[in-house]
């Protein structure tokens, strides 16, 4: 009895508490992201003139320490004052067209909030019946498909949700883990910026490969604006970082999930790119994985049927 109250309560509790998680992502993206990513934004209109001033000095000086380079730097015919204009005035344009644009915002709160005012209600009717729908969808696929072909469309649904479930989940995990590793890090060693590129690093961590290099592009070129001689040590750390967590964390969290080779991971990811984008990018592995599994267990059972041994096979 105490099993099957525990058991009527589980779920409704896992629902209160991932709603309370996405809240609390949301929230702070809007507390630490945004205004620290408006600082940002201020700071390297500032540092831009200071930032063109330096590169021409050395510009200047450079001949005097390579002798040899001196007629490639003569030829250099550059208008610093017009370049630093020309960067200010592109970061200005950008801010007050994507950040600070009061239209955007609008936007994307009524959208989100309309999206919430859907999606909230719907959610919990389908969590809440979802064994239900679930009988209901298995009655019509047995009243219009025959029996073997029913089996296997409910054998590919319930792999599918397997790996999706698991895959999400360890993604989900493996990004607070990144997440908070680089912002330890970067305030353990001193580089500026570290809340934000967290933030970024999480955020940008959904999307494998190309996500972490552009975190790691973005936090080193921000440092380079902020304080250029820790701009390397900012790229060494946060590759340390990225390293422990590809080698140690990662396989354990994700990798184990879906069970995918790097090099399966790479052309799902290039594929699903290729074809829808970031979305693609994203779900092609977990797909790949069920594609995979589906014909790792065909090929098992066609060997089966010919009575061939795989390891002969390989021989």
């Given at each position: 009895m105490k099993n099957g109250k525990l058991a009527k309560w589980r779920r409704p509790v896992a629902y209160l508490l991932t709603l309370a998680l996405v809240i609390g992502i949301i929230t702070l993206a809007l507390v630490v992201v945004i205004p620290e990513l408006g600082n940002t934004i201020s700071m390297i209109v500032q540092q831009v003139p200071v930032a063109v001033k330096a590169?021409?000095?050395?510009?200047?000086?450079?001949?005097?320490?390579?002798?040899?380079?001196?007629?490639?730097?003569?030829?250099?015919?550059?208008?610093?004052?017009?370049?630093?204009?020309?960067?200010?005035?592109?970061v200005q344009n950008f801010a007050a067209g994507v950040v600070c644009s009061r239209v955007v915002i609008?936007?994307?709160?009524?959208?989100?909030?309309?999206?919430f005012v859907i999606a909230?209600?719907?959610?919990?009717?389908?969590?809440?019946?979802?064994?239900?729908?679930?009988?209901?969808?298995?009655?019509?696929?047995y009243a219009v498909f025959p029996e073997k072909i029913t089996e296997k469309i409910l054998s590919v649904a319930a792999l599918s949700n397997q790996v999706f479930s698991s895959f999400l989940s360890g993604q989900c995990v493996e990004v607070v883990i990144l997440g908070?590793?680089?912002?330890l890090a970067f305030s353990l060693c001193g580089i500026p910026y570290?809340?934000?590129?967290a933030a970024l690093t999480a955020a940008f961590a959904f999307v494998p490969y190309i996500g972490a290099l552009a975190s790691c592009a973005?936090?080193?070129?921000?440092?380079?604006?902020?304080?250029?001689?820790?701009?390397?040590?900012?790229?060494?750390?946060?590759?340390?970082?990225?390293?422990?967590?590809?080698?140690?964390?990662?396989?354990?969290?994700?990798?184990?999930?879906?069970?995918l080779a790097p090099l399966w991971t790479l052309l799902a990811a290039l594929l699903g790119g290729k074809l829808f984008g970031l979305v693609g990018i994203v779900f092609f592995i977990p797909l790949t994985a069920v594609v995979l599994q589906l014909v790792h267990e065909h090929t098992a059972q066609q060997l089966s049927e010919k009575k061939l041994d795989r390891e002969d096979l390989i021989e």
């Open positions: 590169v021409q000095k050395w510009l200047t000086d450079l001949p005097d320490s390579y002798p040899a380079l001196a007629p490639a730097v003569a030829e250099l015919n550059i208008d610093w004052s017009s370049l630093a204009d020309s960067i200010v005035t592109f609008f936007s994307v709160i009524v959208t989100a909030g309309v999206t909230f209600p719907l959610s919990i009717y389908v969590l809440f019946q979802k064994e239900r729908l679930a009988r209901q969808a298995k009655q019509i696929l908070t590793m680089i912002f570290a809340g934000l590129t973005i936090g080193v070129l921000l440092t380079l604006l902020a304080q250029p001689e820790k701009a390397l040590r900012c790229l060494i750390v946060y590759q340390a970082v990225q390293f422990t967590e590809n080698q140690f964390i990662y396989p354990h969290v994700v990798g184990s999930s879906v069970g």
